[in-house]
């Protein structure tokens, strides 16, 4: 990785849509050295994937919550990992620091049904209990997921 890479993931995380040669008039590049440098990327796992990002209320995912989850005891992460994939509302979850085992994301249709996702994480046989904030608004969104 050089710097020529890491301006051409910038340009790329901007607009993945752009064009090899829009691309390489960003970083004074010829469009064929721009798909050979993008191709060495895919190949070496540094680009993982090409993807869109779908407006979360479109697909019925508009409510969102960060949840701390609270543990019995010891917990191994495989375990957690096993028990919220199995919750389709989990979009991402890690073990943390602090007093929580877990942080948890979650997106779902609506408070209600929020709600019930919660209520099946809270159901595992470790889970001691959560808490839980509702997003309001994003201020900051730079996941590129």
């Known amino acids: ?28 590049l010829s469009a064929s050295a721009v798909k050979r440098r993008v191709d060495r990327l895919v190949a070496t796992g540094v680009i993982r994937s090409f993807t869109i990002r779908v407006d979360p209320a479109i697909d019925d995912r508009g409510t ?20 919220l994939s199995r919750v389709p509302e989990v979009v991402g979850a890690g073990t943390i620091t602090g007093d929580a085992d877990a942080i948890v994301h979650m997106r779902s249709r609506d408070v209600s049904s929020l709600e019930d ?10 889970v001691e ?10 201020l900051v969104d730079r996941e590129g997921d």
Do not use: K, Q
């Open 129 to 138: 209990h959560t808490r839980s904030a509702i997003v309001l608004s994003r």
């Open 64 to 83: 969102e919550a960060y949840v701390e989850l609270f543990c019995r005891g010891t917990v191994a992460p495989v375990e957690l990992r096993r028990m």
């Open 117 to 126: 996702a919660l209520e099946r994480v809270r159901e595992a046989p470790n």
């Open 1 to 28: 990785m050089d710097a020529l890479d890491r301006r051409l993931l910038d340009l790329l995380r901007a607009n993945s849509r752009a064009g090899w040669a829009e691309l390489g008039d960003e970083i004074g």
